[in-house]
């Protein structure tokens, strides 16, 4: 084997950032944009005005990639406002924004809907301007998707060679010292994860099937942010061998109300924004959900077996899926403003997944808790409750 580092020009050519390659008009039709291309104005501004030491090759200082996960402050007298994006301890940005430049790969592990893969795509946009170097893990994900791949017709007809290689997501972060994303890490099979651990240490990857060029060396800013579901802890356990190599970043679930009200006012301004509609969702009716969720959550938290529970992690992503739903649900059936019933009726449709568990633990739940905030505070709580019993009434038919 041959130990040579592989200049650039002769490495499969690594496909151009979308956030540059993209056209005006390809981002208009784009169902959703990554955070680069959205964001492409804030961080740019931000570049202009760092005057911060940047790690690596990274397109901002740790102080500005902060600046643009958690928003600007009055203190640091920029221009323009920086909206907050993710919403969280700021240690725990900073944890992560440090890992990053560190010998160690990130690891973002929580619950499901805690913003793991929000985050871990805030940071590749904002560190590399790329988040889309992404291998998603399953069961099914192979070392090939890791490393690299054969194409195989080129294989034919012209042998195996670098024009005949297709990179990994991994691999070309690699190539340019971007950061990489490795999603659901813990889906992976075993030997699956392994092949991840020589991209962290040696932070090369061998290709033995070449003789010559057959090393590609990770350049300066390379690193990788995996997530992990902390659901699927014993699915497939990491290897020590592999925790050794990453710092663990836990995320919690959002239970501070107004941080909570925040990410779900950002998402829903986002929302609107993206369907181009207008559709008024009044503070009440927000504190109805906000507190409903709470109210599940303890409850939850009390129950003493799984049966007692919703198979939901009650997060804040599911609070943001059910006013989305409610809002959807809203505009294409003929509602300017969002109601209580219609509320209802979407956080019954989301959260109950077991059929007959999570219905009658939502049952039991609407007539202990719900009914309650009904009888004191009236108004739009007695709509809420109406719109939750009818729509489990149709479920249990
Ligand atoms: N703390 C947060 N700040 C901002 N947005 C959040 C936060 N938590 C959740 N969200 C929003 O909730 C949605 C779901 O989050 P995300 O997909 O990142 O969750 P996840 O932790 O990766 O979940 P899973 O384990 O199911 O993959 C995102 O669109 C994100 O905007
Ligand atoms: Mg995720």
Redesign the pocket.
Known sequence: MHYIYLPEKVMPKPKSSPATSTTKQATTIMLRQPAEMKYQEELAYLATVDQGARPFSWRLSPQMVRTFVLGSTPGQKLDRQIEQ????DSAIAERAIVTLASDRGLL?I????????????LLAAAISGNSTYVVQGTAGTTEDQIKYSWNVAMVIATGQSLDSLIPSPLMTAMQIGAMGRF??LTRCTSDVQDALISILSEKYIAIPELKVDNIVFAHPGFNVIA?A?S?DRGVNELSSALKRRFNFVH?PI?TNKK?EKE?IL??TKELLNRHGFEVEVPPTLLDVLLQTFADLREASAAASSEDQRLESAL???EQ?GVLEDAILHSRYFGETTLEAGTLARSLVGTLVRRLPEDISVMNQFWHAVVEQHAQKQKGEWETFLEGGKAAMGVMKK
């Open positions: 994006k993710w919403y969280g973002l929580g619950d499901p809907g805690t913003g793991k893969s929000w985050l871990a795509e999603e659901e997530t579901n659901r995320m959002v941080q990410i950002f998402r997060s804040t992503a943001i």
